[in-house]
């Protein structure tokens, strides 16, 4: 069975950082791309970014490039999203994603 779990959510202050795992189990997507997601209360799921399978490529939503980093570790089946500079527009429950697989989400809360 396909899992993945998202971690690392949390409540932060503007201007700090969180860094985001996913953790993949069920079968190994080092040859997927990934990305990454979210969504706010009443909104619709937002796209924020993907890397390609090999990590040599990588896409951001203008709404977090320069702020936001996504890498992954393809020997552990793992993602990340570095997230710096957070703003309160920020705060979503976030998901990774591959292809048609998607995790639970977590929380990500921005506020003072």
């Known amino acids: 069975q396909v899992k993945l779990v998202e971690s690392g959510g949390g409540l932060v202050q503007p201007g700090e950082s969180l860094r985001l795992s996913c953790a993949a189990s069920?079968?190994?997507?080092?040859?997927?791309?990934m990305g990454w997601f979210r969504q706010a209360p009443g909104n619709e799921r937002e796209f924020i970014g993907a890397i390609t399978w090999n990590g040599d490529s990588t896409h951001y939503a203008d709404s977090v490039k320069g702020r936001f980093t996504i890498s992954r570790d393809n020997a552990k089946n793992m993602g990340y999203l570095q997230m710096n500079s957070l703003k309160p527009e920020d705060t979503a429950v976030y998901y990774c994603?591959?292809?048609?697989?998607w995790g639970q989400g977590t929380q990500v809360t921005v506020s003072s």
């Open positions: 069920g079968r190994t997507f080092r040859d997927s791309t």
């Open positions: 994603n591959y292809g048609i697989h």
